[in-house]
């Protein structure tokens, strides 16, 4: 049973803190939302670690929006529909694609500087694209320059305070209305805050895989704490591994960019031979989730850990400069990317679902609002389309202003919360459990699935229930709990779908059924599972 909050303190016993808005999260979404409330409103921005470490820093392929005179809005939305599998809300789909250029004009006015070619914005073309219409910055590294502008913008911005470090336990709720919520300091101690509005902004939950391409502090933590305070969580089943990513000995997980494909690179297996054109029409260029089993499939053929990506037969001073920072790190393990074959396989990489929201990011509680990979919008459906979170994060993060905007004062929460003096001890090490749990969710809950793996991962989950228990003080202890939250969320609903779409493949259920599956699963605390039509 997961409970309602995860320590054991009544909110009124705490020094409070009152803001106006409170964004948890400081990657492009919490930081793109905070720049805008901070227009007319003072900003309480809360991240756990720093405003330079988030998803964001690390997204190397672009932002997607319809720029050039010879793409077209209509191209965009069928390509997104396309790769979302028949799941996606189309209202919130022609709400990002009509709303993205505006978006975009934002970033560069907040100072983002993509790259320029001949005058004009450079564009690139990645997986399930049919057009060039990927902006992107210092040739692979779009997320670093978008969280170095933003970043700067909030840090000089009269009305924005930020909190490093910190950690938002939980969120206070009374009667379906978010009041604020439970705030750990690097020091331990604990302050009620307050706010009119709360957005979460938290980011991914990559974490919940041994291998991944997120950065350590993507646990699930928004996901996990909206759904303990009673918001419903939706479409966590989907879930995107990226098909290339580094795989060589001494080096780290480390992204090849969709971008690379998209400039002409080829797969190949350990044989040398091309094989995408036996998956997809699309070859390279095929979705991601098409990709990522393909490679996954030639890796048992020819009994291998990795694939290759190729891109040696594309000029050697493109590629430097096109992707600087994979060029760089490969180089680094004396891998040469304009001679050498790059050792690749797929790695957890994006959530599809998260915390449900309408057109204006309002989660199913009065007052919560979740933008960003937190948030399930309706845009990605089963399967994301590449650089549609960045262009996700900036149109949601504005429609979130315009309703908070509407917003009376929030009252005093009259909540009272007994103690359950949580007691209980955990003798095994946290950082032991969560490896734990990576390796059960890898074996069990990976690119493909069967209900009889995703049952006995479900069982072994529940072993781990105990930490719900236990007396929890620190952030690592926190971030479990949430990733266990998540874990058995996702693998529920990976075990109730009975068919295979998008980031969701199962091998007893191989085909798409959309006579009984084009829905959605929602799961809250207080109402249970609820299917939900597209």
């Not at 692979?140 to 009269?158: C, N, W, Y």
């Not at 399967?383 to 996700?392: H, K, P, Q, V, Y």
């Not at 229930?465 to 266990?484: G, S």
């Amino acid at each position: 049973m997961i409970p309602r909050y995860l320590v054991d303190i009544d909110h009124r016993q705490l020094p409070k803190v009152q803001a106006d808005i409170i964004v948890i999260g400081a990657g492009i979404a919490g930081l793109f939302t905070a720049i805008k409330a901070a227009e007319t409103r003072k900003v309480l921005l809360i991240t756990k670690k720093s405003l330079m470490e988030s998803n964001t820093r690390y997204a190397q392929g672009g932002i997607a929006a319809v720029i050039s005179d010879e793409d077209s809005p209509d191209y965009h939305v069928q390509d997104t529909l396309f790769a979302g599998a028949g799941l996606c809300s189309p209202d919130a789909v022609e709400v990002l694609v009509h709303e993205g250029p505006a978006g975009v004009k934002d970033l560069i006015r907040m100072g983002t500087q993509f790259d320029i070619e001949n005058g004009e914005l450079a564009l690139t073309k990645e997986g399930a694209h049919s057009q060039r219409r990927i902006l992107h910055a210092n040739g692979d590294a779009t997320g670093f320059e978008i969280v170095r502008a933003l970043s700067e913008k909030a840090m000089q911005h009269p009305n924005i305070e930020v909190w490093d470090e910190h950690f938002v336990i939980d969120l206070v709720t009374d009667k379906s209305e978010c009041f604020g919520g439970i705030v750990q300091k690097p020091d331990g101690q604990r302050v009620y805050v307050q706010g009119n509005a709360t957005v979460l902004c938290t980011g991914g939950a990559g974490q919940l895989f041994r291998y991944t391409t997120n950065p350590e502090i993507a646990t699930a933590d928004g996901i996990a704490i909206a759904y303990r305070a009673g918001a419903e969580i939706r479409d966590v089943e989907f879930i995107q591994f990226h098909p290339t990513v580094l795989c060589y000995p001494g080096a780290p997980r480390f992204l090849i960019s969709e971008a690379v494909r998209g400039e002409g690179a080829y797969l190949r297996n350990i044989n040398g031979e091309r094989f995408m054109e036996r998956y997809h029409e699309q070859l390279e260029l095929a979705p991601r989730d098409v990709v990522a089993r393909a490679i996954v499939s030639e890796m048992e053929l020819t009994k291998s850990t990795f694939v290759y990506i190729d891109v040696t037969h594309e000029p050697s001073d493109m590629v430097k400069h096109r992707f600087p920072t994979i060029y760089e790190t490969c180089m680094k393990y004396g891998l040469d990317l304009t001679t050498d074959w790059i050792p690749v396989a797929p790695a957890a990489h994006y959530m599809m679902g998260g915390v449900k929201t309408d057109l204006y990011g309002e989660t199913s509680l009065k007052r919560l609002f979740a933008c960003g990979e937190a948030s399930s919008t309706g845009v990605h459906g089963a399967n994301r389309l590449a650089s549609n979170s960045l262009s996700e994060a900036i149109v949601f993060g504005r429609r979130i202003i315009e309703r908070i905007s509407g917003l009376e004062p929030v009252g005093v929460c009259p909540e009272i919360r007994p103690s359950l003096a949580r007691t209980e001890p955990l003798i095994q090490p946290f950082v032991e459990k969560r490896l734990k749990l990576q390796k059960i969710m890898l074996r069990y809950v990976g690119l493909f699935r069967s209900g009889k793996m995703l049952e006995k991962g479900y069982e072994e989950l529940q072993r781990q229930l105990n930490v719900f228990n236990a007396l929890l003080t620190k952030r690592e202890e926190y971030e479990f709990a949430n990733l266990l939250t998540c874990a058995l969320l996702t693998t529920r609903a990976a075990l109730m779908r009975e068919e295979s779409r998008g980031g969701h493949c199962r091998e007893d259920f191989p085909e798409r059924n959309d006579d009984r599956w084009r829905k959605h699963l929602v799961f809250s605390r207080d109402n249970g599972i609820i299917e939900e039509s597209v």
